[in-house]
């Protein structure tokens, strides 16, 4: 089989039992996907995959026998699966999928994929996702591919020869668009306050939401920036359009923004598109933490739903219930530390549930993982202020963080403080 007429054609090389990946983000290939959905003897099927857009019917309560979600990260589509046992969830490393794939401790039998239009050469491209998708594309033994004439062209380690396709399907249908968050005084006070944190001549490591976009609308006045990132969003546009991004100063793929996947609106698919200044490599290299040093001053910003008084971090999950991932996270927070004059910044708002709830907490809920530990930990953000956590004591973060917790649990947190320092302190 080789070119297609239709994506039910396509995914018909999906046989029961087999190991598949799924390229995930804005290249989430959906009318693949819907296809797949539509299929009903696919028992024993595991789908491998990150952060997938758009609809998901293969995690309907219909397939519960069928297809077996295995999510690397969990997006809002995939929570309720997860929680009710109709889909996996599997901690792990962003740097570490590739290594899992090519080693064949996740043996693929077949790669589903979006890509670009082949050039000239017969060459695609996987677009604007390429993170652990290249290591599926690499290792797989059957890809099957959307070819879509939207799907941008991108530079870096992209290429994936039309001739290694096992079938493919061409199509013209815009990708997958993340729509700005609404902007709200708590995030844009946060966003001001780590934008002060950020020297000229900085790399930059940031995702997408609302906290992203608020520092990166205050670095209009900062010189010589560089982005060594997982993925960025729209925020990136302007200034490397208004000369503030420039990757100078960088020592790991100097004069280049380096992503592994971009998400976000048409406009950073035109910017990403065919543009040389703009490479894209698999995760495994962008968050290599002996590459990410590298960089001086790199400011790595990551979020948290729950912090406790020790500086333990948790980012994918409400208690037991899965929310997220581990994602990148661990990967640029220690990356960051280890880099001369780096910033490894986690940031989050004070409260949560509409104020009823403090994110600085005594101790994480219950079921919650540890994502960044205590050891790692530097800069917590929230909008009452910043701290450093690293080289303190147990007694000290705790002070700290009480300090920029929403003032209405101070008082409370004191208390919970004094009462748990028997244990804290030994």
């Not at 089989?1 to 039992?17: C, N, Q």
């Not at 979006?114 to 890809?143: E, M």
């Not at 986690?346 to 949560?352: G, K, N, V």
Request: glycine share 10%; net charge neutral.
């Amino acid at each position: 089989m080789s070119r297609v007429s239709t994506f039910d054609e396509a995914v018909s090389l999906i046989k029961p039992g087999m190991n598949v990946f799924v390229q995930g983000g804005s290249a989430t290939p959906s009318g693949m996907l819907d296809a797949l959905s539509r299929r009903k003897n696919l028992d024993g099927v595991r789908l491998y995959h990150l952060h997938l857009a758009g609809p998901v019917g293969f995690a309907d309560r219909a397939y519960k026998d069928g297809i077996k979600s295995c999510s690397m990260f969990v997006a809002q589509n995939m929570r309720e699966a997860v929680r009710d046992g109709r889909a996996e969830y599997i901690p792990v490393f962003l740097s570490d999928i590739a290594g899992l794939f090519r080693s064949g401790r996740i043996k693929l039998d077949a790669a589903i994929v979006q890509l670009s239009p082949a050039d000239r050469h017969g060459l695609c491209s996987l677009g604007v996702s390429v993170d652990v998708a290249r290591a599926a594309v690499d290792t797989a033994g059957i890809i099957i591919a959307d070819i879509n004439r939207q799907m941008p062209r991108t530079h870096g380690n992209t290429v994936v020869p039309l001739t290694k396709l096992a079938a493919w399907v061409e199509s013209d249908h815009p990708i997958h668009e993340h729509p700005p968050e609404a902007k709200a005084e708590v995030t844009e006070r946060i966003g001001e306050i780590i934008a002060g944190l950020i020297e000229d001549g900085s790399t930059l490591q940031m995702g997408i939401g609302a906290v992203p976009d608020a520092v990166l609308a205050r670095l209009g006045n900062k010189h010589e920036l560089g982005i060594h990132t997982e993925m960025f969003s729209d925020g990136v546009v302007d200034l490397v359009r208004g000369g503030v991004i420039t990757n100078r100063n960088k020592s790991v793929h100097p004069g280049r923004s380096v992503t592994s996947f971009v998400v976000g609106s048409q406009r950073l698919f035109d910017f990403v598109n065919d543009n040389p200044l703009v490479e894209f490599h698999p995760a495994d290299r962008t968050n290599d933490t002996s590459l990410i040093r590298k960089n001086d001053r790199t400011i790595a910003i990551n979020s948290a739903l729950q912090v406790d008084l020790t500086g333990q971090v948790c980012a994918d999950s409400l208690g037991h219930n899965i929310y997220s991932g581990i994602g990148g996270q661990m990967d640029f927070i220690r990356g960051a530390a280890l880099s001369r004059g780096g910033k490894a910044i986690i940031a989050l708002p004070a409260t949560a549930s509409g104020g009823r709830l403090s994110r600085i907490a005594t101790e994480l809920t219950p079921g919650a993982g540890v994502v960044t530990t205590r050891g790692h930990v530097h800069w917590i953000v929230t909008e009452f202020g910043a701290v450093d956590l690293h080289g303190r004591s147990l007694r000290e973060r705790g002070e700290a963080l009480i300090s920029i917790a929403h003032p209405d649990f101070r008082a409370e947190l004191r208390k919970s403080l004094a009462n748990v320092r028997h244990y804290i302190l030994g």
